[in-house]
């Protein structure tokens, strides 16, 4: 009977041990789960490649729509009128034998005609404004010139505010269109020269004036 005993005794503790060995490991899986948790929230130091914050990566639309701006393009564009002006007027102060650093200024009149001014004798000037407005050339460039260079600036300007201290511009937002085929430069130009008539000119500080653009050379404007 003791050796019967015995053995049932041995049996008693083995079953016992087998019920405890799944809570023991039900309980060390808990507290596994629960240092990966407080792992998991804990915060990571500046220079912890394993999280980005999600501020980084969820950029706002609003600014996407300038940073794909082509505004390379859009300089080259309008450099190319802006250096076809400045050659013109100064083979014509050569060829009135005028001093090449003499600062005039080229706009136009309330009838759409190009006016020059400058220390010059009126004789010269009227004969230099005569040639100008005969020059198709020199006419169409200007008048590209007088509607996308202020386009151009205004845009350069909020870009570069907006990179520096992330200071968004409501009219340029206003300006891009959401489909890039619609973002060439004269899509621009167009938009900006609607919205600065029919906006308040002190809201966006912009000049509502178009004829008030002038080219100036050998000065700054």
Same mark, same amino acid.
């Given at each position: 009977m ?9 049996? +008693? ?9 799944p809570?023991?490991?039900g ?5 596994a789960?629960?240092t ?11 220079? =912890? *490649?394993r999280? +980005?914050?999600?501020g =980084?990566l969820?950029? *706002?639309?609003? #600014? !996407?729509?300038?940073?794909k701006?082509p505004l390379?393009?859009?300089?080259? +564009?309008?450099?190319? $009128?802006? %250096?076809?002006?400045?050659?013109t007027?100064?083979? #014509? !102060? %050569?060829?009135?034998? !005028?001093?090449?650093?003499l ?9 759409? #005609?190009?006016e020059v $001014?400058g ?7 009227n004969?230099i404004?005569k $040639?100008l ?6 006419? $169409?460039?200007?008048s590209? !010139? ?6 151009l600036?205004?845009m =350069?300007?909020a870009?570069?505010?907006n990179? %520096? ?8 937002d206003?300006?891009?269109s959401?489909n890039?085929?619609?973002?060439g ?14 906006a308040?000119t *002190?809201?966006?500080n ?7 653009? %002038?080219?100036n050379?050998?000065?700054r404007a």
């Amino acid at each position: 009977m003791s050796l019967l005993t015995s053995l049932i005794q041995a049996s +008693t503790r083995f079953q016992q041990t087998l019920e405890k060995r799944p809570a023991a490991s039900g309980a060390e899986e808990q507290k596994a789960k629960g240092t990966a948790s407080a792992e998991a929230l804990q915060p990571t130091g500046p220079g =912890d *490649d394993r999280f +980005t914050p999600s501020g =980084d990566l969820l950029t *706002d639309g609003g #600014k !996407l729509k300038p940073q794909k701006l082509p505004l390379a393009d859009y300089k080259q +564009t309008v450099g190319q $009128d802006l %250096a076809f002006i400045r050659e013109t007027l100064r083979h #014509k !102060l %050569a060829e009135y034998n !005028l001093n090449p650093s003499l600062a005039v200024s080229v706009n136009k009149n309330d009838n759409g #005609k190009i006016e020059v $001014d400058g220390n010059l004798a009126e004789e010269t000037r009227n004969r230099i404004e005569k $040639d100008l407005n005969v020059n198709k050339n020199f006419a $169409d460039a200007f008048s590209r !010139l007088s509607v996308n260079e202020p386009t151009l600036h205004f845009m =350069d300007n909020a870009l570069k505010l907006n990179q %520096a201290y992330g200071v968004n511009n409501s009219l340029l937002d206003t300006l891009i269109s959401e489909n890039q085929q619609f973002n060439g430069l004269q899509d621009l130009v167009h938009r900006y020269d609607t919205l600065r008539r029919s906006a308040p000119t *002190d809201q966006f500080n912009v000049t509502a004036n178009r004829g008030a653009y %002038a080219f100036n050379l050998n000065t700054r404007a």
